[in-house]
């Protein structure tokens, strides 16, 4: 840690007492006193009293431009009227039945519309949309082996949670990474079940196909790598992947858990032109309920008519997160939305970059859709590897210097990126620039002073 640094962190803890005393007391309950680990970071967590359109407040009264939106969840804002009307009607009708409902129909007719895709199911969050996806493409195919990038996040089922970060002595070969359970609990047989790929190097994937001929089922992928900061497919990469699955029999699933709504109407293969197999989206498509779906052509989907492969769940198509989603598509994820958050992202992208020049910042911005983020980084990175080659300790000064200002630029981590919200206003936009406006001279100092500092990130 250095100075400036340390009083920004100092300056965190002057202004957030209750949130302190609220951590210590979760701790003695609740593993790290969170409820999800990334939940967790030093010295400790805000503890979030609201939150309405923009903004919320802390538990210690503070109001902070909300970036962070639940990691991406919440494009509709906090408490959008469209949801809260919805979600309210509900409320009374009875919110959960185990019994199939109309809205169910709805819902899929609007996915459908949107997204590559014939039929749907529905569940409750990006974790089980993932898992159940890559079970289809196993039976489908008849094969165990799926194909994932180093350093994608796919949720916390067994196959997701292989090469999530690994470090940087158990990498391998960058043209075929090796496969690291991403903690305890995660069989083996599930690892090796998994093939290991770099983003951004197709050599890396056709290995792979060569390695292990007819026995790999998918390639599971995010259209862009959104675990590592924002990291955009090279031109030709998608495109490389849906041929490498067509002459090898394999699917190609497109993890839209973030890119589906966040980054265009149609998501990623509207945005990129590249039609996967199977699509999963979560998060923001349903406006800050737990609503999550998979879908695929009616032959691949048919699987699960024909009772080939089960799929349930007690919550799924809760009356309550099925009348959001529906308002989140009907009255949120509209044409005039896209445009009116276009414009937002444009100007922060654009704002951002023109400080980052001004100060002599060495980093630059990446922005898709309403997505975006500060690279601490000389030159674009390319993958996961390139991504760890940053200063933790510079970005940290970057979150708390704009937390402690009344912005959460994005959500705690370096792997992370702001989500821009529909209820995001100009004013909001030009307030989130002024503060780092504020706060980029003392950034960059800090880098020319300390150097290029690459130590250990996010390991
Ligand atoms: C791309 C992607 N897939 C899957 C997931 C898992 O979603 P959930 O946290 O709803 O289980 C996430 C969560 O961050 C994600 O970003």
Known sequence: MYDALTREIAAYE????????????????????VASNYRHYEPYPIFVKDGKGSKIHDIDGNEYIDHNLCFGALMAGHCHPAVVKAVETKLHEGTTFGMPHVQEWELAEEICARYPVEMVRFGSSGTEVTMHACRIA????????????????????DTA????????????DENAPNSIPGGGGVPKSAVDNVAVASFNNLKSVENRFKQFPGQIAAIIMEPILMNVGLCLPEPGFLEGLRKLCDANGA??????????????WGGASDYFGVKPDMICLAKS??????LGAFGASSKTMGLISDHKVFHGGTYNTNRVAMAAGLATFREVLTRENYAHVGKLSKKLTEGYRTIVSKVGLK??????????????????????????????????????AMVNRGVLAQPYWWYEQWTISVQHSDADIERHLAVFEEVAPGLAKAQAERGMVTAAAGH
């Open 14 to 33: 002057k202004r957030t007492p209750e949130s302190a005393a609220a951590h210590k007391r979760a701790e003695k309950r609740i593993p790290l006193g």
């Open 363 to 400: 980093a630059y911005v990446a922005s898709a859709g309403v997505n975006g983020a500060l690279m601490l980084y000389p030159r674009e990175i390319k993958n996961y590897r390139d991504w760890t080659k940053i200063d933790v300790d510079l970005w940290r000064h970057y979150w708390f």
């Open 161 to 172: 949670l292989v090469s999530v970060k690994p470090k940087e002595g158990e990498y391998g």
């Open 285 to 290: 498509i349903g406006g800050g309920l737990p």
């Open 138 to 157: 196993r039976a489908a195919t008849g094969r165990d082996k799926i194909i994932k990038f180093e350093g994608a996040y796919h949720g916390l089922h």
């Open 251 to 264: 699917l190609l699933i497109f993890d839209e858990v973030k890119t589906g709504a966040k980054l265009a």
